[in-house]
């Protein structure tokens, strides 16, 4: 019984003492946690985005120079030209001998080759970063391959910008390489020192950490962070950095050896207003102080001071001492104890005693024999562990109630660069997802110009090796002009035969239990007219690929809806073709019906939130023709604002005074409470005449003492009320001076 008592007052004092700590000090000073988580997010987008256009440049150029390898030698014009009609990321591509180091063919874009050292490169070397005659940064990827008895390099230009991050008009993005020098920019006063000396500083942190830990998680895999720096007068610049580098327990990738850097800035408003309350602080505690010394001096002299008692005058009487009368207590259970062991004190005396009518026959149903204190039913001490649940209660009740009310309207709370950082993010979102379905389609239309459905082994070959280089498809098959499938790799087909020969990238079903979004590329077959004679490279995207992209840190509940908003993905899970759960982000995204995506405020009573929409781009690739739409939603109660701070620590310290409460009162209830209107019952049944039944003690505690002498008592007592025979040892009188130990067994 002890423990429960002194862990009570223990523990309300420990959470008095948080809730000083927690709801008096200041939850956030400077910027806001959430502007600075924010810029961090958008810098991790950045540095995924780079990281996949590089890597993706570099499977596209390897796989086609794997394409091309082989005994017949195609002409290096030619091959340039076949890459050119698949693929329009580079901006220039070259075939250089690797023998002579020889430019054997070039297009496009001037080719900065001068500035590698080609003939001490391995094979299939990793990218590189070179500045050409202008002093442009490039990105030069290569892929050799072996045609016609002789080595040949494949080398691709491009730019290093991030591909569809979208830059606010207060954001600055660059990207920095490892010696903090700024590669390329974008925003406004991105080109000021002021600009590359911020850019600089990220870069030597992230180069300075380690992977982050976050990967564990799902979240980023490189190093990331943000920092705060002063501006003018009363605005700070947020920072935010990401680092273009692979955990130690993933998979490294072509692009984690250029050191690059991705980081953003944002100027903002400093917060200098404080969010805690240290005089209501100080008020709470002192009222949960209060609360917890009255509720213990209760128990302590309701429940405690009373079991005590009852435990030495059962021992009393069960060792035999018999002389005082029983100091009944006046409440509940302990006073319906304290009555039967009155009743029995006299019956082992042999006065008031049940009758042998009484003994034999057990007491009719609802009379009260008396002596039994079966009369004081009406209140135990259930009822007071109720109050003192209630007393306990209503100190969390009166904090949500007094402190929650001072949090203002969340129109007054967000600032704007959230919305604006949380429309970015998904028009960023929304862009990987159109790059990827095209760069999809572009590794179909290039199947098609190099594969060949007649040689089904070969052509199975070439289906297997880009399966496995790309993950984005479930399956992959040649299909003639009547949509049957010659050869295929991968899952079994789900698209219908007639959309099977239909060229670019449609969603085939708007029912079922999975989308099926397909891309078609046509191979035209020499002196064959259009029908039956053309084939036709198919790939299925898998959902998964798709979920994969809408899962971001930081950007909340994120769906993929098709052009009547029907959900084709989510990073949340969902049911395919189903509808997007907030009322509020689907009236929104019919009223986006512009190219441009949008982001609001959506306030409300119990959940405002942030959200926004992103249509993907008109005109930009096949998979504008879908239509589709990305929207995401995060409340804002979970975005890291100070004002939501301190109402969190305010719930924290009032979930921690119900939990003490629940747990003490509950630990009482079922140690001691429980037991002890057992115990009750048993001794009101053992004085009203039952001898048979055995009291067993539950615990080896007090009420387990109160038990073990009533069974003492009960082995004691003769089983009628007829007068001893002279000479039998139940004769002997009982006094204080009978021994201690209980007599035979009757």
Known sequence: MRPPLAALPVLLALVAGLTVFAVGSDAERGVPEAVLSSQQHIAEDGAVALQGAVDQSVTDL???????????????????????????????????????????????????????????????????????????????????LSQGGRQELLVA??????????????????????????????????GTDRAKALAGTAAREAQGKGPSDTAAAGGFDGPSGSLVRAADGDTRNAVGYAAVARGTAAKESPSSGLGLTVVTTVRTERHGTGTGDLRLALLAAAVLLAL????????????????????????????GDLTAPVRVPRFGEPARV?????????????????????????????????????GRRRLG?????????????????????TLGSTLPRASAVVPRVISDDQRQR????????????????????????????????????????????????????????????????????????KARIRTGVRQTNTSGTEPVVAAVAAQPVKGATAGSGRRYVVGEF???????????????????????????????????????SDGRLRAQMKAVRTTKGSAELLLGWRDPAV???????????????????????????????????????????????????????????LVVVRPLREVAQGAETLAAGDRTTVLYPRYHDEVGSVARSLELIRQRLPRTSAPPAPGSPDSAPTSSTSPSGPGPRS
């Open 338 to 374: 304290g009555a039967a062991l009155e009743a029995l004190r006299r019956q082992l005396r042999g006065r008031g005693g049940p009758s042998q009518e009484t003994v034999a026959q057990p007491p009719a149903k609802g009379r009260v024999p008396r002596g039994t204190g079966k």
């Open 542 to 580: 898998k959902v998964q690929y798709l979920t994969g992209i809408l899962s971001r840190p930081g950007l909340g509940s994120v769906w993929l809806v098709d052009s009547a908003h029907r959900v084709i993905a989510s990073n949340k899970g969902f049911v395919a073709f189903g509808r997007v």
């Open 611 to 669: 959200a926004a929409v992103a249509p993907f781009s008109a005109k930009r690739g096949v998979a504008s023709a879908l239509g589709w739409k990305v929207a995401s939603i995060r409340p804002v109660f979970w975005i890291g604002l100070p004002e939501y701070e301190a109402q969190r620590r305010i719930m924290l310290v009032g979930l921690l005074g119900v939990s003490t409460g629940a747990l003490c009162l509950g630990w009482l209830y």
């Open 62 to 144: 390897r796989a086609a120079a794997a394409d091309f390898g082989g005994a017949t030698s195609v002409p290096a014009d030619g091959m340039l030209t076949r890459l050119d009609r698949a693929y329009h990321k580079w901006r220039g591509t070259a075939v250089v001998d690797v023998a002579t180091g020889r430019l054997l063919a070039s297009h496009g874009e001037a080719v900065p080759l001068g500035k590698v050292n080609l003939r001490g490169l391995p094979a299939n070397p990793p990218p590189r970063l070179v500045r050409d005659d202008s002093g442009v940064t490039r990105l030069l990827t290569f892929a050799t």
């Open 426 to 497: 998904t028009e960023t979102t929304a862009d990987r997802m159109r790059r990827g379905i095209n760069d999809g389609y572009a590794d179909l239309a290039r199947l098609a110009t190099v594969i060949d459905a007649s040689r089904s082994e070969e052509a199975r070959r070439v289906l297997d090796r880009s399966l496995e280089q790309h993950g984005r498809y479930r399956s992959l098959y040649v299909a003639d002009g009547t949509g049957r499938i010659l050869v295929r790799a991968g899952d079994e087909p789900r698209t219908p035969k």
């Open 157 to 190: 230009s491009q730019s290093l910008k991030p591909p569809g991050i979208s830059v606010g008009r207060n954001h600055t993005l660059n990207v920095v390489d490892r010696d903090g020098a700024t590669l390329t920019s974008a925003g406004p006063g991105s």
């Open 381 to 401: 001490l259930r009822a007071v562990l109720v109050v003192c649940a209630f007393a306990l209660l209503a100190w969390p009740a009166s904090m949500l109630l």
């Open 292 to 319: 917890a010394a009255g509720v213990t001096a209760a128990l302590h002299l309701v429940v405690q001071r009373p079991l005590l008692r009852l435990r030495r005058e059962a021992h009393r009487l069960g060792s």
